[in-house]
């Protein structure tokens, strides 16, 4: 079962790369979305959320069995994380497609949804910073990057109503 949640929790081996793997991450992340949503079909909001749910909870006990098989204490190959992060504004994108509420192309959405996440991941405003700083654990790990997501969601969804 570790070498599962190791395999999760690096996300396939992207978190192996020798150079920024939390933003190829988070780059993967984007376009396989984009292509499931725009390309493939698969625009079940309800689906997307239940998937991204248990991803969530599942990623707790993934990065907590993973995080022993390195040497520090948030690994930079642990990525699952940048997933969850980058994939809330684009579920919120989908939503916002749905409902018609987008007044910009589509992709320019995704691209900001990248931005975004990455500009807070990177800088980590409070309460990003919080919790990087006072969990040094699987918890913080995972919700340093929620909470960025949250941001990035709240920035789209300003953005949605402004242009």
């Known amino acids: 079962m570790k070498k599962i949640n190791v395999l999760i929790s690096t996300f396939f081996g992207y978190g192996y790369l020798t150079k920024i793997p939390g933003t190829v991450t988070s780059l993967v992340t984007t376009v396989f979305i984009y ?3 725009e390309y493939l079909g698969y625009t079940d909001l309800k689906f997307s959320i239940i998937f991204f749910t248990l991803l969530f909870f599942y990623s707790f006990y993934a990065v907590k069995d993973a ?6 204490k948030d690994p930079r190959q642990i990525v699952i ?9 684009l579920i919120l994108v989908l939503h ?3 409902n018609n509420q987008l007044n910009l192309p589509i992709e320019v959405y995704y691209v900001f949804s990248f931005i975004f996440f990455r500009f807070f991941d990177i ?13 040094k654990n699987y918890f913080g790990i995972i919700m340093d990057d929620i909470m960025a997501g949250l941001y990035s969601m709240l920035l789209i969804y300003l953005i949605s109503l402004k242009f």
């Open 35 to 37: 292509i499931a949503y």
């Open 67 to 72: 995080e022993s098989e390195f040497k520090n």
């Open 81 to 89: 994380d940048e997933v969850l992060g980058q994939a809330m504004p």
């Open 96 to 98: 916002l497609s749905q």
């Open 123 to 135: 800088l980590k405003p409070f309460p990003v910073s919080y919790f990087d700083k006072n969990f």
